[in-house]
């Protein structure tokens, strides 16, 4: 076992058996299960749309471009790729919060879906007015708290959920890349040329 290896086990009993309390184990339960936090979900759409109008469709469009490509990478490339037994299965006395899941441990895709998200919503609304800013801030916060929560729930190691959030973050980075090639290419593009026939 490597030293890389050892250090992320250590990190991760540590994590799950000590940096505990009984009051964060709903919040992490909470933050962990979509069903239980769609109403967030729901309201951040909500602010998007609100703040940007027809724009945040788009952002919205491009999140969603990001989750797909974070969920694939994490769950259809890395997951098969390195076989990784989660912590749950491999070590002994986990405290584990919640039922086994049966996939492979890296990478976490809850971290990477959350790091995407909250990587496209830094994208557009970092710079803007307070609110935007302070919008930007609380869903970067949001999105690590739910990374956090695999470890602390059981099920991962702090390996791959930093693994997660590397991949969602790369994965939001290529989504507005991709979109600003379309829209430059196709929309102003389309533009320019309606402008460059009027005589």
């Known amino acids: 076992m490597g030293f890389v290896e050892q250090a992320d086990i250590w990190l991760f009993r540590f994590l799950n058996l000590h940096l505990v309390h009984p ?3 709903d919040l992490m339960l909470f933050l962990t299960r979509p069903g239980l936090s769609l109403h967030i979900i729901l309201l951040a759409s909500a602010f998007i749309i609100v ?4 724009d945040g469709l788009a952002v919205l469009l491009l999140a969603a471009v990001a989750i797909g490509l974070a969920d694939f990478t994490a769950s259809g490339v890395m997951k098969p790729l390195f076989q990784r037994i989660r912590p749950c299965f491999a070590l002994q006395g986990v405290r584990l919060l919640i039922d086994q899941p049966h996939s ?3 990478a976490s895709s809850h971290a990477a879906n959350s790091a995407a998200v909250a990587s496209i919503v830094w994208l557009f609304f970092s710079r803007g007015a307070a609110v ?3 919008y930007a801030a609380l869903m970067i916060a949001y999105g690590l708290l739910v990374a956090f929560s695999r470890v602390y729930l059981g099920v991962h190691y702090p390996g791959d959920v930093l693994g997660g959030i590397a991949i969602g973050i790369v994965s939001a980075g290529v989504a507005y890349t991709a979109g600003a090639w379309i829209v430059k290419r196709f929309v102003h593009g389309a533009a ?3 402008n460059a ?3």
Do not use: C, H, V
């Not at 703040?51 to 027809?54: C, L």
């Open 104 to 106: 492979w441990s890296f």
């Open 197 to 199: 026939d009027i005589p």
């Open 132 to 134: 935007d800013r302070a």
């Open 51 to 54: 703040r940007r109008g027809k």
């Open 23 to 25: 009051a964060a184990d």
């Open 192 to 194: 320019l040329r309606r």
